[in-house]
C-alpha cells in the first residue's frame, strides 16, 4: 500500500499551517486557555466557510467537500502541532461521524449543514462518572413519553460540552442502547464546565433531568457508537502525531542553540540517540495513525484492531516526545512561560480519551483472539 500523500493532500496540509499560523499562535492559544467557551467562534467560522475544514468528510448532499478521514487526519495533526483551541475533535470527528454513520438522512439534513458552515458545533456525550468506554458504563436513561423522549441521568469528561449547540447523547432505553440529538440549551440540561489538566481541550458534566431528545433511527445503538469510537481512535492517533511532531521539533530547535562547555548540546552523543529514537517512533507513529485512518476510508473490516494498534503506539510516542523534550530543554522546559509543558499536558489528556494503551491493547488481543 502506498502510503504518499498525493499532491491536493500536501496543498491542504500547507493550507491548514499556514493559517493556524495565523490564528493560533502561542499567544492566542494562551489567551483562548481563559475564555468561558475556550475557543474563537470567528476563527471556527473561518475554518468552516474560509477552506472547508469542517465539512471535509461530509458527503456533497449535506454541503461537504466528500473528502476521506485520511484529509481529517491531516487537519488533525496540524492542529495537534499548534494546541489550536477548536472544537474540531468534538464536532467534526466524534459528532459528524455519528450522524453520518447512523444513516438518519432526515436528522442529517437538519443538522450537519450548519456543522459543516460553522455556524454550530456539536459533541458526543458517552462517558459517566466512571469513565468508561464501554457499554456497560452507560447509565442515563431515555424513556419515552406521549410527546417524545427525555432523558434522566448525567455524563463526564464530555469534550467540549459546556459550548455545543448539540449533544449526541448515548442512553439506555428499554430496547437497548440509543443515541439522541439534544439541543444544548435544553430545559433541564445543566452544563458545568470541569477543571482539566489539559487547559486548551475543554470538558464538561452535563447533568439531565426530564430533557427531551430525538432519537437517532439506526438498528443497533451500541454498533453504532462501537463504529464511531474506532473512528475517533484512528483520528486521535493523528492528532497525537502532530503533538509529538511538534514537540520533537521543539526539542531539536533547542539542541541547536543552546551551548554547554562551548558546543551545541545537540552534539553530545546522549542528546543526539535520545532525538533519534524519539524521530523513529514519531514516524512510526504516523505510518500506523494514517494506516487507521485509510483503513476507515476503506471500510476494511478489521478497522477495530487497526484503529487500537494505533491509539495504543501514538500514545505512547506522543508522551515520550513531550516527556523527552523537557528533559532535552532541562529547567526552562519545567517553567509554565514555556510552551512544553502545554504539549505534555495534551499528551497526557490525550493518552486517557478514548482508552489509555493497556484498555487498547487488550481489545486488539480479544480480537485476535490472544
Not at 500500500?1 to 499560523?21: G, K, N
Not at 483551541?85 to 468534538?90: I, K, L, N, S, W
Request: glycine share 10%; aromatic share 6%.
Amino acid at each position: 500500500m502506498d502510503f504518499a500523500f498525493d499532491a491536493e493532500q500536501e496543498e491542504l496540509r500547507t493550507v491548514v499551517r499556514e493559517f493556524l499560523d495565523d490564528t493560533s499562535p502561542e499567544s492566542e492559544v494562551r489567551r483562548l486557555m481563559d475564555t468561558d467557551d475556550g475557543f474563537d467562534r470567528s476563527v471556527w467560522q473561518r475554518m468552516a466557510k474560509g477552506i472547508g475544514l469542517q465539512g471535509l468528510a461530509v458527503p456533497e448532499r449535506f454541503g461537504g467537500a466528500g473528502a476521506g478521514m485520511v484529509e481529517v487526519g491531516i487537519v488533525l495533526e496540524e492542529l495537534g502541532r499548534s494546541l489550536a483551541c477548536v472544537p474540531y475533535f468534538a464536532s467534526t470527528v466524534l459528532a459528524t461521524t455519528t450522524l453520518l454513520r447512523s444513516g438518519d438522512e432526515d436528522v442529517c439534513a437538519a443538522v450537519l449543514p450548519g456543522l459543516v458552515d460553522g455556524e454550530t458545533v456539536a459533541t458526543l456525550a458517552l462517558t459517566e462518572a466512571g469513565g468508561r468506554w464501554d457499554r456497560d458504563g452507560v447509565a442515563l436513561v431515555a424513556r419515552p413519553t406521549s410527546t417524545g423522549w427525555v432523558l434522566n441521568g448525567h455524563k463526564s469528561f464530555v469534550l467540549d460540552g459546556a459550548s455545543a449547540d448539540f449533544v449526541l447523547t448515548v442512553a439506555a432505553t428499554p430496547n437497548g442502547i440509543g443515541v439522541f440529538v439534544v439541543d444544548g440549551e435544553a430545559d433541564g440540561l445543566t452544563r458545568t464546565t470541569l477543571p482539566t489538566l489539559d487547559p486548551t481541550r475543554r470538558q464538561a458534566r452535563l447533568d439531565y433531568a426530564d430533557v427531551a431528545g430525538i432519537p437517532l433511527r439506526h438498528p443497533d445503538g451500541w454498533a453504532l457508537v462501537a463504529e464511531v469510537l474506532d473512528v475517533a481512535a484512528a483520528a486521535l492517533s493523528a492528532e497525537q502525531v502532530g503533538v509529538a511532531g511538534a514537540a520533537l521539533d521543539m526539542a531539536v530547535e533547542y539542541a541547536k542553540v543552546r551551548h554547554q562547555f562551548g558546543r551545541p548540546i545537540g552534539s553530545f552523543q546522549a542528546i543526539k540517540h535520545l532525538l533519534a529514537d524519539v524521530l523513529l517512533e514519531v514516524e512510526s507513529a504516523r505510518a500506523a495513525a494514517y494506516f487507521a485512518l485509510s483503513a476507515v476510508d476503506r471500510r476494511d473490516g478489521d478497522l477495530s484492531s487497526v484503529a487500537s494498534l494505533a491509539k495504543a503506539f501514538c500514545s505512547e510516542a506522543c508522551l515520550r516526545a513531550a516527556e523527552d523534550n523537557i528533559q532535552v530543554h532541562g529547567g526552562i522546559g519545567f517553567t509554565w512561560e514555556h510552551p512544553a509543558h502545554l504539549y505534555l499536558k495534551r499528551a497526557r489528556t490525550s493518552q486517557q480519551l478514548l482508552g489509555d494503551p493497556q484498555y487498547h491493547r487488550e481489545r486488539l488481543a480479544q480480537r485476535i483472539g490472544l
